[in-house]
């Protein structure tokens, strides 16, 4: 296994616009984000993933791009953003951008040239078709609702839009938009950032023809997944962009890829194909949706699917690929509300699913407000809520087709994407101190229990145990290059596995549950020291191979 630095960090995503307000217009912002960068070397976090800082007429917060090269004027200026760069250089932290460029903004000067005529020289750098007769050219379902086309009277034709209507697809069969595409990467990388996090970019090949999905139930829209995801030319494209710009640089990359198999991941991360070095795989994510249903239709974990699907990916990617570890990102609910339990063992269960990720072979990453603990949050009403997904959803679901109220706010107290947009919670003052202003979305109402200062100020808090976590990754080489085996396969409520790199073991065990169990590990070869790592009880020196897990404990030990 070839070392890499990118493998041996640890990353940390900011949501700017809700991370630290510095102008007191209710809207986190770059300044801001400069304020904050002791506490995360305080936390020990080696890189900062930063979601789109760029210019954006902000349909879908920002991952609407209307110009890549320029920073977004609520977010702050140019000169703004070089010195957080700079500032993160000088505490060796690296930056990692998003990358977005399976579309652009409707209100990009490409997208504005395109649309004024059918012989425009940017015309082709979008995906445009004519009407089938009085209907759109395919039937796909777009992610946030309704036909992936949009009618265009001007030129008289649809163009593709696999997100909102304000998101058109560029066209990657145009070799001059992958050119374009590939000098905005160097410019950025130009100033000196350290990777790219790629948004969907396993999107951006399509099938030929763009043929309709199937659709025995004769709905009006459905997926076209297989149509896009993965597509034929998918790891052509990578490899030229890996050709063209990132072999050039010594730089991390993680491509976003929903949909994707762990073969396919070998594919995309196998160091001699030349591609990527990691993917966000989305399988895990996936595990308490109804089967065949979308991310709304409600069912509980089972938490023997967990073990599957993260052993798997673990096992697959043992050689020659390379694992994302998330939990939380700003898309995902907030996993102490989602997998753990966020009111009497808040604190505790938070623990144990940070060990139980953290302790896995991969490059972990944590989101904005996971290492103080920050839960899902209940609006009470719709009004009060952003996220375009969460309003079309709401207003297809309910408002068009009668379904129930309570229903559907439950569905989205637990899956809406604003679980994760509320500010951060930086201490009990007004507005959890994120802004001096109105925040531009509500604060969770929990501020005043669950904040930064409180948790700095505890020695026994969810952060020092995350600092504690990133420190042992630094210590021990075993977390970072240790093949992985999962023990307890079946048990429903325990997961458990072991590490091991050449005469060294670590055993981790953890209670996924609020119940009691007696934990019985037969050890294949013999040890003769151990050491407790980490736990989230106080631990007496009890055998490793017989213990009582209590609950949501989580154990680590060292074997020797």
């Not at 700079?86 to 209100?107: G, Q, T, Y």
């Not at 009403?381 to 408002?399: A, C, F, G, Q, S």
Request: charged fraction near 30%; charge should be negative; hydrophobic fraction near 30%.
């Amino acid at each position: 296994m070839t070392r890499q630095w990118w493998k041996e960090a640890v990353v940390y995503q900011i949501y700017p616009r809700s991370f630290n307000d510095s102008n007191g217009d209710g809207v986190g912002d770059i300044r801001g984000i400069i304020e904050k960068l002791d506490y995360l070397k305080e936390l020990g976090v080696d890189v900062v993933w930063l979601s789109p800082v760029y210019q954006s007429p902000n349909d879908d917060n920002g991952y609407d791009i209307s110009d890549y090269r320029t920073i977004m004027d609520e977010f702050g200026t140019m000169a703004d953003w070089e010195e957080m760069l700079a500032e993160m250089h000088k505490r060796d932290m690296k930056l990692i951008m998003d990358l977005v460029v399976n579309h652009s903004s409707d209100e990009h000067d490409w997208f504005k040239e395109a649309k004024k005529s059918k012989d425009n020289p940017y015309r082709d750098y979008y995906i445009w078709r004519p009407g089938k007769g009085v209907r759109e050219p395919n039937n796909w379902e777009a992610t946030f609702g309704g036909s992936v086309w949009e009618y265009d009277e001007t030129t008289e034709e649809y163009f593709l839009h696999l997100f909102s209507k304000k998101q058109p697809d560029l066209n990657w069969e145009n070799p001059k938009l992958r050119q374009e595409v590939y000098d905005l990467m160097k410019f950025w990388l130009d100033k000196g950032i350290d990777g790219f996090r790629m948004d969907v970019i396993n999107f951006i090949s399509k099938v030929d023809g763009l043929p309709d999905g199937e659709n025995p139930e004769g709905e009006k829209y459905v997926s076209g997944h297989q149509y896009f995801m993965n597509g034929p030319r998918i790891h052509e494209f990578l490899q030229e962009m890996n050709n063209e710009v990132l072999s050039h640089y010594d730089i991390m990359t993680v491509g976003e890829m929903p949909g994707v198999s762990p073969e396919e991941g070998k594919l995309y991360t196998g160091e001699e194909r030349k591609e990527l070095n990691m993917v966000f795989q989305f399988e895990h994510m996936d595990l308490d949706t109804q089967p065949g249903k979308n991310k709304w239709h409600l069912k509980p974990l089972d938490l023997r699917d967990l073990k599957k699907s993260l052993g798997k990916w673990q096992s697959e990617l043992e050689d020659g690929g390379w694992n994302s570890l998330y939990w939380n990102n700003h898309d995902q609910p907030r996993i102490v509300s989602r997998w753990g339990e966020d009111k009497e063992y808040r604190v505790t269960s938070a623990k144990m699913l940070a060990t139980t990720l953290h302790m896995m072979k991969g490059t972990p990453y944590i989101y904005q407000g996971e290492e103080i603990g920050m839960t899902n949050v209940r609006f009470e009403t719709i009004e009060e809520y952003k996220d375009i997904e969460t309003l079309n959803m709401y207003k297809e679901r309910v408002l068009e087709n009668g379904e129930n109220v309570d229903d559907i706010m439950t569905s989205i107290y637990t899956k809406g994407r604003d679980n994760a947009r509320t500010p951060i919670q930086w201490d009990d003052t007004a507005n959890a101190g994120f802004t001096e202003g109105t925040p531009w979305i509500k604060v969770n109402p929990n501020y005043k229990e669950v904040n930064a200062q409180k948790a700095l100020e505890d020695p026994d808090s969810i952060f020092h145990y995350y600092k504690k976590l990133i420190e042992l990754r630094k210590k021990h080489e075993i977390i970072v290059y240790g093949s992985f085996d999962m023990l307890y396969e079946d048990h429903p409520e325990v997961f458990a596995y072991i590490r091991t790199l050449n005469d060294e073991t670590l055993l981790v065990v953890t209670n996924f549950s609020g119940n009691i169990h007696r934990f019985k590990w037969e050890h294949p070869t013999n040890f003769e020291e151990k050491e407790l790592l980490i736990s989230n009880y106080d631990v007496k020196d009890e055998d490793v191979k017989e213990f009582t897990l209590h609950p949501w404990e989580a154990r680590v030990y060292k074997l020797t």
